[in-house]
């Protein structure tokens, strides 16, 4: 099917699970256990509740792959970021965050490991209460690397990004062998901190990436609409993914107006296409979705573009991200129409006999 429709990653928890005037503005790197509003031992079977209301959520709008909407989270990273071994959590480092600010984050002490699968779980829930196409997604290392202060590796973060790939690694191998079809590395550092990407953010991903036979991608942005408002009208780390071996590359185009001749030079990547503005409360028309997605048919081929929103919707009221999914679905369809009425006549041109014919 063309143009089908996803998430990137996250949909909004409800307001009696977490305490989102504790969320608002914070992107958490530790745990935070203060925003959720359910105290042990009654917070995973609250989590599940609202995880349910998120896959129906998504199904109900008409989205063809479906996440967990990273509802169990309190970011998209600290969930595996804490989870990891040579990691402290009890005496935690500072690093600066993407407005520039320092913020506290893991402190790296020794070798970074993986002790065990952190998301699995968390697939077996999904893929239990869905019949649609799944997809997770976890933490790049390129980005791991930029949320921790690295006191060990000699604090050469280029050498912990090798470490928290091989741990991003084999969490993909244990995910794609429990059935899902998508998995997603989240790597927005890769823009915010382009000269060290260039240095070893792609090498890192590959890393990540060694003999994965799934479906994977590299989602970039300019981080939450709710934390980072400006928008650079291009990125500034992104022909670069071409040479990834990554099989999609998420992107936003809705709030930054992206200039999208830079997707040529991604030819052969299927595009997950940003094209709900998360900064902008009003809803858009399905029209609007559909212009979006016309951008870019100039430098994508149309069976390589998945339809999604800018970034993860985790900040915005409820009521407003399931308005915006449903705009959403409606624009991709009539992109959809458009594309199969034109094939459609384009066949009865080439086969002129067969109009004819009894």
Not at 67 to 94: H, W
Not at 293 to 302: E, H, M, N, T
Not at 312 to 338: H, S
Request: net charge neutral; hydrophobic share 40%; with cysteine.
């Amino acid at each position: 099917m063309l143009f089908p429709t996803t998430l990137v990653g996250s949909y909004p928890q409800p307001e009696w699970l977490i305490d989102r005037e504790v969320l608002m503005g914070n992107v958490p790197r530790l745990r935070m256990r203060e925003l959720w509003r359910i105290p042990e031992p009654r917070l995973r079977e609250a989590q599940d509740d609202a995880t349910l209301v998120a896959i129906r959520t998504q199904e109900q709008a008409g989205l063809d792959i479906i996440t967990d909407g990273e509802i169990r989270r309190e970011s998209y990273s600290n969930q595996f970021a804490t989870a990891l071994e040579g990691v402290s959590l009890d005496n935690p480092g500072t690093a600066l965050g993407r407005s520039g600010n320092p913020i506290a984050v893991p402190r790296v002490v020794g070798p970074i490991r993986r002790r065990h699968p952190v998301t699995l779980a968390d697939l077996a829930f999904l893929r239990r209460h869905t019949n649609r196409r799944v997809k997770m997604t976890l933490p790049g290392p390129f980005t791991l690397a930029q949320q921790a202060q690295i006191d060990h590796y000699g604090g050469s973060r280029e050498l912990a990004a090798m470490d928290y790939a091989a741990a991003v690694n084999g969490e993909i191998r244990d995910l794609f062998g429990a059935g899902a079809d998508i998995v997603q590395l989240d790597e927005p550092y890769l823009q915010a901190r382009p000269d060290e990407a260039r240095a070893f953010g792609v090498e890192a991903l590959q890393r990540a990436l060694d003999g994965i036979r799934g479906t994977t991608a590299v989602h970039l942005c300019f981080g939450y609409a709710a934390v980072v408002h400006a928008r650079p009208s291009a990125y500034s780390f992104l022909p670069e993914l071409a040479a990834c071996h990554c099989r999609q590359i998420s992107i936003e185009t809705a709030q930054s107006h992206l200039d999208c001749s830079v997707l040529a030079e991604l030819r052969g990547k299927q595009i997950i296409l940003g094209t709900i503005d998360l900064d902008d409360m009003r809803i858009e028309s399905p029209e609007d979705v559909a212009a979006r997605i016309r951008r870019a048919l100039p430098y994508v081929d149309a069976a390589n573009i998945i339809v999604a929103p800018d970034c993860g919707m985790k900040y915005l009221p409820r009521e407003i991200a399931f308005a915006k999914l449903t705009a959403m679905v409606a624009g991709a369809r009539i992109v959809r129409n458009e594309h199969e009425r034109s094939a459609a006549c384009k066949g009865r041109a080439a086969n002129p006999d067969r109009e004819a014919s009894p």
